[in-house]
């Protein structure tokens, strides 16, 4: 079992809906979480982070944390078809330390 | 956010010769940065953590001597594949993680643009 689960997708929505996407860990050593968008065949791009559990909200989304659970999530609001690419959750068990990363989740968003 | 600069970002070799890539922290300072290596439709793998000025920290099952890290500055990491052959062929990618102001209190780490590496 990976550390860090993620449902590869391909996620399909319509432009304007609402993006729903989800990591299970199980090392609930894990207190900074992470995510990250990549669009093919480029790095990485920070969009969230938190610390510990709770909501956080950054423009068109908001990252929720449930360390009891161990599960977060990212909901991108009235998506646009730029949003389509790979989300990447990842998470670390104290600042400075290596980041465990999920498989990614594609997602299309269709105009 | 940070922005960290990566070079070249394809790059064509044959095989049997050696290939640098540079990652650089612009805009600050980078005790830290980590490379990666990733395959088509799947996530990052973690090669190794660079710490400014002491060895790379290899994940297990990465050849040291066939994936040099250097990281001699607190802006510039360089990670060198040598006597390349075609399976090394692959998207790399380095972070890194500030150190100071910039990295504020959760040390998240940016991303450079990637390296697509093509041994023939």
């Known amino acids: 079992q990976k550390e860090v689960e993620q449902d590869p997708g391909p996620l399909s929505v319509p432009e304007g809906a609402i993006v729903s996407l989800n990591c299970t860990y199980s090392n609930s050593a894990f207190q900074y979480f992470m995510w990250y ?7 990485p791009e920070l969009l969230m982070y938190t610390y510990s559990s709770g909501n956080k909200e950054d423009g068109r989304f908001t990252a929720q944390v449930d360390k009891s659970s161990k599960y977060i999530s990212l909901f991108i609001r009235d998506s646009q078809p730029s949003d389509s690419a790979t989300y990447l959750c990842a998470m670390s068990k104290a600042a400075g330390n290596k980041l465990t990363f999920g498989g990614g989740t594609r997602v299309l968003v269709k105009p | ?6 070079h070249p970002s394809w790059v064509i070799c044959k095989s049997g010769t050696s290939v640098k890539i540079e990652c650089r922290s612009l805009d600050f300072q980078a005790t830290t940065m980590f490379w990666y290596r990733q395959f088509p439709k799947q996530s990052l793998m973690l090669m190794a953590t660079s ?46 993680r500030a150190s100071g ?20």
């Open chain 1, 37 to 43: 968008r990549q669009y093919s065949r480029k790095g």
């Open chain 2, 1 to 6: 956010g940070a922005v960290v600069s990566q």
């Open chain 2, 101 to 120: 102001p910039t990295g504020g209190l959760f040390t998240e780490a940016f991303f450079g643009q990637g390296t697509r590496l093509t041994v023939v």
């Open chain 2, 51 to 96: 710490n400014e000025g002491s060895k790379a920290t290899y994940e297990q099952g990465v050849e040291k001597d066939k994936f040099l890290i250097n990281h001699a500055s607190l802006t510039l990491s360089t990670l060198t594949v040598t006597s390349a052959h075609p399976e090394d062929s692959s998207f790399y990618i380095c972070s890194a």
